[in-house]
């Protein structure tokens, strides 16, 4: 959890109007106090969710679970020969 009493950088960031307006429609809204706060929230989320431990359990998650398809295509394709679509040389 964000600790708030961590010393704290500003960091200045260019939004376009649209998004700046739904900033300020969340903040309007109570879901952030300040405009500050949900940017700090967001980055906070995205760097979480892009940090090497979340991309590798993506990948554990998604790979993890065999797919019948997939498996049945690589089973599909193995037993397929080259050589079925040569003319018989015999």
């Known amino acids: 959890m964000y600790d708030s009493y961590t010393m704290s950088v500003p960091v200045t960031t260019r939004l376009d109007q649209s998004t700046v307006e739904a900033v300020d429609r969340a903040v309007a809204s109570g879901c952030a106090a300040t405009r500050g706060a949900l940017v700090s929230k967001a980055v906070r989320t995205w760097l979480a969710d892009h940090s090497e431990e979340a991309i590798l359990a993506s990948y554990r998650q998604r790979y993890s679970n065999p797919e019948t398809e997939h498996d049945a295509l690589?089973?599909?394709?193995?037993?397929?020969?080259a050589?079925?679509?040569?003319?018989d040389q015999t």
């Open 83 to 87: 050589g079925a679509c040569l003319p």
């Open 74 to 81: 690589i089973a599909d394709l193995a037993a397929f020969s």
